[in-house]
């Protein structure tokens, strides 16, 4: 659409401005982005929530809903699924979900499809006024299909209560989560509810984990583990949810957050401080590639060889770069001094993103597309990338 317009309107120009408009050109097209990488293929209106790609490219996301009940306003926000072709539909009317009392509301602060995309999670916070308790808030993990039907547990719920960053696992039939720990207020323990038996309940009973990862394909995780006395050395470890085993795969030195788990289950990738981001191949926890990186959330490359970072603590506003994987391993024990080069970092060019910052973003399985969530407006946009 620019080219066409730029050939037109040369007709009318003089020999001075040619020049100007070849430079502009090339200096465009030698910082890798072209005009139209700038151009968002979708926007939806609305205050986006959360955003979550499943397996074969469909995009789920959550609009805040607000309404009035009698001289209340309430907030139960809906769920929409952008299909492959473009179109959009709602499977969930927020108005119509819950049943019960009028002061109740809820936020979806977390969407993620199960690995065959037939079903998702919806992580709720919920907010409910109690007569002679005053506010009282709480974490629901809402279980429904592609369609927005609910999915009950045999016990007649489709709703984990307590239950938070959940996700269905690879049989399709167990719900894996994150709890509050009884026995800590920064702690927290791993559940399972199987669908044809009932809740579960909490796995690894005698263990304290600060983070997680899932591989829902695979039904593991990565965690960092705190032992028995929740005060020992952040261990990282690989779960095997169905099976209920524990594989402690090396003691950290340092972490102190973005725990992520690679698609392949090859790598763990963390945070060691603000600046450098550690990542261990499973097979050999003893090395590690240390990389300099602004602290924040990571999303895998299709080939894991890099990672893309949006900066900052998750759901806040920060900036997006990729970060390369690529060297040879390097032992824990290097000082991070070595890597002050920042060779590793691509920033998108000026086409693309260049001195803009997101609240939350959503990379696409193959890599071809990114989803992204203003900051102000909470506007979602998806984009093409090359």
Request: proline share 4%; aromatic share 8%.
């Amino acid at each position: 659409m620019i080219r066409v317009r730029a050939l037109r309107l040369t007709k009318k120009l003089t020999n001075f401005t040619l020049p100007l408009i070849w430079i502009i050109s090339v200096a465009l097209f030698c910082s890798g982005a072209s005009a139209q990488n700038a151009v968002p293929r979708e926007t939806f209106d609305g205050e986006c929530t959360a955003l979550a790609y499943a397996p074969d490219g469909r995009l789920a996301y959550s609009i805040r809903h607000l309404f009035d009940i009698r001289t209340l306003q309430v907030q139960r926000d809906d769920i929409w699924v952008v299909e492959n072709d473009g179109r959009r539909r709602k499977i969930v009317n927020g108005e119509r979900l819950v049943q019960g009392p009028a002061a109740f509301s809820y936020t979806i602060t977390r969407l993620r499809w199960s690995p065959d995309g037939t079903r998702l999670t919806a992580e709720l916070h919920t907010s409910q006024l109690v007569r002679g308790a005053g506010k009282q808030d709480s974490n629901l993990l809402l279980l429904i299909n592609q369609d927005g039907n609910e999915i009950k547990i045999i016990a007649g719920e489709s709703v984990i209560r307590g239950a938070l960053d959940g996700t269905w696992l690879g049989d399709n039939n167990t719900v894996a989560y994150f709890a509050q720990s009884v026995k800590s207020d920064i702690m927290y323990s791993v559940g399972v509810a199987h669908i044809d038996r009932g809740r579960g309940g909490v796995l690894f009973e005698d263990r304290a984990f600060s983070a997680i990862s899932w591989n829902a394909k695979l039904g593991t995780a990565a965690a960092i583990d705190h032992g028995a006395s929740m005060s020992g050395q952040a261990t990282l470890v690989i779960l095997d949810l169905l099976k209920e085993e524990h594989h402690p795969l090396t003691t950290l030195d340092a972490y102190i957050g973005g725990l992520s788990f690679s698609p392949s289950g090859a790598k763990v990738g963390y945070f060691t401080d603000t600046n450098t981001l550690e990542v261990r191949d499973v097979a050999h926890p003893d090395q590690a590639i240390r990389v300099p990186a602004e602290y924040g959330t990571i999303f895998w490359a299709t080939d894991e060889s890099r990672v893309l970072v949006k900066s900052g603590i998750e759901r806040e506003e920060g900036d997006l770069t990729w970060v390369s994987l690529s060297g040879p391993p390097k032992t824990t024990e290097l000082d991070s001094a070595e890597h002050k080069p920042r060779s590793n970092l691509m920033t998108f060019g000026p086409g693309l993103f260049a001195g803009q910052t997101f609240r939350d973003v959503a990379l696409s399985p193959d890599g071809h597309s990114l989803a992204v969530i203003l900051p102000d407006k909470r506007t979602l946009q998806v984009y093409d990338l090359k």
